[in-house]
């Protein structure tokens, strides 16, 4: 099957590389541009771990063909950390919200979109948001503590 | 690992033409967050990707003439998001907020949800009772009756060379309350176990749909008759319920038993009609609220 | 004498590997890159739950362009496990549960792999399927592992050839017949409770390179890497030098990543196609059929209780699922056995506890080790029997609760600990006592429920954990242990223990994750037991650098050691206020003399902790005679949940857990491993079932259909506390309290249940489903 060149933003700067139709937005970021961030969990899009924000939203890499970003805007946590942690991170941090930190990632940027759309959303719609994201560690409340937190310091 | 070769088209024509040329090898790919996982687990094995979003003329959200019209490309996200929603359709804005998550709503398309067809889909009892159609397009031009599109379990009656172009809601003129409620095993993401819609107007209408109940989303058109012209209590809810089970023909599968989809369904349309008959009366539970 | 409080154990602190995780540099074995010559390996996996291969063709596989090998069952005739060796590294002629890997393809892609895989023929003979313990037990039941009398075991279990028992442990202590005879009220009844899985949201993965001179490495998602190391070695005839097991961070673990399981797959990819490295990731799809779940229970209880509630006898017999592999399962059954009385007082206990092969997936090591599973009947049974005699089931527990003295079932004296206190705790912060408000809504029922666990390690008599810490040029230090971070913050815990002896910041101390080559020897980071155990060695290893630290300067600036101190990273003196040097003047290059030479040199600490008052001989009639377990952690739990009675959907609006951790090294990271357990219990409570087909497949292979607890499924009010009664042999006297936080769940939430709507749901997940069906059933 043939290679097509794509060209997309990833984290404010131009890629161009090859890929297969079928290969994954999730294995071309991590697999072939050493972005390691969003994380292979359940390749349906019901954990959360692979989430990624495209033109600014987020969604899950692993239910979307490399091929289709064509022209578009990625940002991973290594986009967003760009210049220094962000206030979430931050607070993330103070509150040890995370146990393993394989859902990290993912929570930091379905979190981010949230903060951006409304950035004095309450708690049930911090839990509304995050409930896509799954996590077997915490039990939850310390992730969204550290939210709350964030939008209190606001 | 499947292999398939990759077009992203610009205009509908463009689109029709690889169809009318690949037919059932062919797939159209919107939001591709049910596409994908088919492919995946090979329950398809199209030897052609259609990627439609790069036609503008299908996204968006519009009033035209006397409906509104959402287009092909349009994902839950923008019609949770979208103030003409809201303001014509609050009830649309309940039923997406209902599916997936955030992540797949940003991506999933409502008229793909449609096009999956699955008996659980969130979309159409909403659609059902908003009475709204579908426009195809293919050799001709087609307007078809939401409650005719579905035909069976991933079934619908699009041809192989035909493609949704959006969906049509006619316009309410009258004052109506409606309502849809989804009971899945947890308040997180799930499919449905049952999924009921409701709507009543001003003059006494009421429309019932119900998904993930009987092979394909349904209409209870019987139960419809019985309460039209009535208003709504206690024991006319108690009344409309077997009538309304009989519209339905629940199976027994791992997310729930057929005796528990029965139970369920009256409890459900139970709360759905009196929420949509409140909110016709201005002292409703506000739309998007969860009533389980 | 200078007195000291603690400076680090036992105050918050941010996770020193926070930084790491919170900016997405945190490395699992997946983010590793291993350069272009890396292979991928598809797995063939076996369309029946029992039968016999009667013929693998792979020619046409090993046909195809960019295929490098294919590997089945003869390239490695081996058994292994880790307690009794019946598992195979790939079968040789019967597979024995759907989903079993029969045969890999390593390829140059994933693609070719994966096409490649499906041209291999295999020609299989179906055998009938055994799906439940009580029918494999029966005693026309086809033979699982016809072998089972030739497999090698650890001498403390005990098959039983000829059947599908792969171990039974029994439990004899007084006279339970006689004391059931003068009992004022007995209650008997059977629990099922399902298979679940652990479902850590990284799947396994592991890597693999042989190189032809005989070495092989392995990076693996691994709670084990020694044992791994040491299992390995033994089944491929490799020596222990020559075999590395690099652990990066684990994405959870909760027991499935203990022991071995799809690590012997890549291994034997990788010794086929030397100087390549094999990557395995499994998907989810994988992970639950070939990886390890919880075993089912099937558990018939028998209590007799005093009038006054005194309890006098409990018989306890359970038949375990542990699928057809119970290489580790096997010692979850004996642990178990040892245990199943409940953090009780019983003076007559009739304990049989039996490992059943079954044709479902093997079962393992899940974050409880079958305590979970155990409690949830005996929890049950107490709330059902206190209420029966008319008591309070916190009265009731409290009245029965084990005391430090008191004799366990097996005969040896339980040690401190606060029970009591939690079951206080708890009672206070649920209000127990006070009835639940009830909702405006007529179909809303609120209730509140109880439940008391305890917990042991389960370990042979002799694991071990050892560390060495290492000074660096700047009076840092890296302490080196095998342990392995999981998140539950055991890097934190072992820096806190260090830096608390050598009164050195947390900034200066980085922990390093498990390589076998490099870090010291650990048994497994299971049980619950690190931090005590590889908290010793750490601690250990500290007090050794001190020494040495001391004795340098002692040596160098004549000052008697018993009068200098360490201090924020400095030695100090108690006889001259004044004196101060700084670690990064002397912990490398030591301390220059008046006349030019040195005197000290590289610190480097090391320590060592091994049990020595264990044993696991006992009499196998009676499970007498020995000292199984190093100790025991106790708590309590308690929900307020509310019911929806027309919908059955449960709602836990709050909960309360305690644990006695004896030292909380780090409270705000104890107090999370209780919300978090607690969830993970919530999970296993309301939803999570593996469902199977007839055939043996599972139906709900994927979170679509197996549902985790999201954020919205949880309490909103948690408390989760800390009772602080010290284990005399643990570092600060700390024990670990991470599994535990699941165990009451199940029987709490059903105890709830039966408060709010008086219905008793014996079979959990408590569902929706199951609610509204009882509620149906109870109005007929």
Known sequence: MESKEIKFKLNGKIVRTEVKPYDKLLEVLRDKLGVKSPKYGCGRGECGACSVLLDGKTVRSCLIYAVEVDGHEIVSLEGLQANGLTELQKSFLKHNSFQCGFCAPGMVIQVTELLRENPHPDEEEIREYISGNLCRCTGYNPIVDAVLDVIKNK | ?292 | ?780
């Not at chain 3, 490295?277 to 018939?300: C, G, N, W």
């Open chain 3, 1 to 780: 004498m200078k007195t000291f409080d603690l400076k680090y154990v036992g105050h918050d602190a941010v996770r020193i590997d926070g930084l790491e995780k919170i900016t997405g540099s945190a490395k699992y074995v997946d983010d590793i890159d291993l350069g272009p010559a890396t292979l991928y390996a598809s797995i063939l996996r076996s369309p029946y739950a029992h039968a016999n291969i009667k013929k693998i063709d792979t020619s046409k596989a090993e046909a195809v362009e960019g295929v490098y090998a294919v590997v089945t069952g003869k390239d490695f005739p081996y058994r292994y496990g880790l307690y009794l060796k019946d598992n195979y590294v790939f079968p040789l002629d019967r597979v024995r549960y759907y989903g079993q890997h029969v045969a890999a393809v390593i390829a140059v892609t994933q693609e070719i792999a994966d096409e490649a895989a499906k041209l291999i023929e295999i020609e299989y003979e179906p055998l009938p399927v055994l799906q439940n313990p009580l029918d494999s037990i029966k005693e026309d039941a086809p033979l699982i592992h016809p072998d089972l009398g030739n497999y090698e075991v650890v001498p403390w279990l005990y098959p039983q050839p000829g059947t599908n028992i792969a171990h039974v442990r029994k439990i004899r202590k007084g006279n339970v017949e006689e004391a059931f005879k003068e009992a004022d009220f007995i209650l008997e009844d059977w629990y099922l409770v399902p298979h679940v899985v652990h479902a850590p949201i990284e799947t396994h993965v592991s890597a693999a390179l042989y190189t032809p001179d005989g070495r092989l490495t392995m990076w693996n998602s691994s709670q084990s890497p020694h044992t791994q190391r040491n299992i390995i070695a033994h089944s491929f005839n490799l020596k222990h030098k020559d075999v590395r097991v690099i652990a990066p961070y684990v994405g959870g673990g909760f027991g499935g990543k203990a022991g071995v399981n799809m690590e012997v797959v890549a291994a034997a990819c990788a010794m086929k196609v030397p100087g390549h490295p094999v990557k395995i990731r499994y998907t989810r799809k994988e992970e639950f059929y070939d990886t390890s779940m919880r075993q089912e229970l099937h558990a018939f209880i028998k209590i007799g209780v005093k009038k006054d509630g005194t309890i006098v006898a409990l018989k306890h017999q359970l038949y375990w699922d542990v699928g057809a592999s119970a290489e580790y399962g096997s010692n979850v059954v004996n642990a178990t056995g040892f245990s199943a009385i409940g953090p009780y007082r019983i003076p007559n206990v009739w304990i049989d506890s039996f490992a059943i092969y079954t044709n479902r997936p093997p079962c393992g090591a899940y974050r409880g080790f079958g305590y979970s599973e155990f409690h949830f009947g005996i929890e049950s049974h107490m709330d059902r029997v206190a209420k029966a005699i008319g008591m309070d089931p916190v009265e009731f527990r409290k009245k029965n609760a084990i005391q430090e003295g008191d004799t366990v079932a097996y005969g040896v004296k339980m040690g401190p600990t606060g029970i009591k206190q939690c079951i206080e705790e708890v009672a206070k912060a649920i209000e127990w006592g006070t009835p639940s408000e009830q909702p405006k809504e007529p179909n809303k029922v609120r209730a509140k429920g109880f439940a008391a666990v305890w917990k042991a390690p389960a370990m042979p008599a002799n694991e071990s954990s050892a560390a060495f810490i290492k000074f660096n040029e700047d009076g840092s230090i890296n302490i080196l242990v095998s342990g392995m971070e999981l998140g539950q913050g055991f890097l934190t815990a072992m820096a806190k223990i260090a830096a608390e002896e050598l009164s050195l910041p947390l900034e200066k101390i980085r922990v390093e994750l498990p390589d076998t080559d490099r870090n010291p020897y650990e048994w497994q980071t299971v049980a619950s037991h690190v931090t005590w155990s590889c908290g010793n060695a750490v601690r250990r290893a500290a007090i050794d650098a001190k020494e040495q630290i001391l004795n340098t300067i002692s040596e160098a600036y004549y000052i008697e050691k018993t009068n200098l101190y360490l201090e924020d990273g400095k030695v100090k003196s108690y006889t001259k206020p004044d004196f101060e040097i700084p670690f990064e003047k002397f912990v490398i290059d030591g301390v220059q003399m008046e006349d030019g030479t040195f005197r000290g040199g590289p610190i480097l600490g090391k320590g060592m902790f091994m049990p020595e008052f264990t044993s696991a001989k006992v009499n196998p009639e009676t499970g007498q005679g020995g000292h199984p377990n190093v100790h025991y952690t106790t708590g309590a739990g308690a929900v307020e949940i509310e019911i929806d009675t027309e919908t059955g959907r449960i709602k836990v609006l709050k909960m309360a857990e305690a644990f006695d951790a004896g030292k909380a090294i780090n409270p705000d990271i104890v107090k999370q491993q209780i919300t978090g357990g607690f969830v993970q219990g919530l999970g296993t409570a309301l939803y999570e079932e593996v469902k199977f087909s007839e055939d043996g497949r599972i139906l709900n292979p994927n979170f679509t259909d197996y549902k985790l607890p999201t954020a919205l499924d949880v309490p909103r009010e948690m408390h989760p506390i800390i009772v602080e009664v010290p284990q005399p042999d643990g570092p600060f006297g700390a024990r670990g309290i991470a599994e535990h936080t699941m165990i009451p769940v199940m029987p709490a939430v059903a105890n709830a249940v039966e408060n709010a709507l008086g219905i008793r749901i014996k079979n959990p997940p408590i569902t929706s489903e199951k609610i509204i069906k009882a509620l149906l059933e109870s109005k007929k």
């Open chain 2, 1 to 292: 690992m499947k292999t398939f070769e990759y077009f992203k088209v610009a205009s509908v024509d463009e689109a029709l033409r690889l169809l009318s040329m690949y037919g059932n090898k062919a797939k159209i790919l919107a939001g591709g967050t049910d596409l994908v996982v088919m492919i995946d687990d090979e329950m398809v094995a199209p030897d052609y990707i259609i990627d439609i979003k790069g036609i503008n003329n299908l996204k968006g959200i519009e009033i035209r003439d006397n409906y509104l019209w959402i287009g092909a490309l349009t994902t839950f996200s923008e019609i949770i998001h979208a103030e003409i929603i809201k303001e014509k359709f609050p009830v649309l804005f309940e039923a997406s907020k209902r599916v997936a998550s955030v992540g797949v709503r940003n991506r999933a398309t409502l008229v793909g949800n449609i096009c999956s067809a699955v008996p659980s889909l969130d979309s159409a009892p909403t659609l059902l009772v908003l009475n709204a159609s579908v426009e195809i397009k293919g050799k001709e031009d087609k307007l078809v009756p939401i409650a005719d599109f579905f035909k069976g379990p991933r079934k619908t009656i699009l041809e192989k060379d035909e493609i949704v172009l959006g969906i049509r809601i006619p316009l309410e003129t009258r004052k109506y309350g409606a309502n849809y409620i989804k009971l899945g095993r947890y308040e997180g993401e799930d499919l449905a176990q049952v999924g009921v819609a409701t709507f009543v107007a001003e003059d006494l209408e009421y429309r019932i749909a119900f998904c993930a109940v009987a092979p394909t989303p349904v209409r209870a058109l019987d139960a419809e008759a019985f309460l039209k012209g009535k208003e709504l209590n206690t024991n006319l809810l108690d009344e409309v319920v077997p009538l309304a089970l009989k519209a339905i023909a629940p199976i027994s599968d791992v997310r729930a038993s057929k005796e528990y989809r029965l139970h369920t369904s009256g409890v459900l349309l139970k709360r759905s009609l009196k929420a949509s008959f409140d909110r016709l009366k201005g002292n409703g539970p506000s739309y998007g609220i969860n009533l389980v």
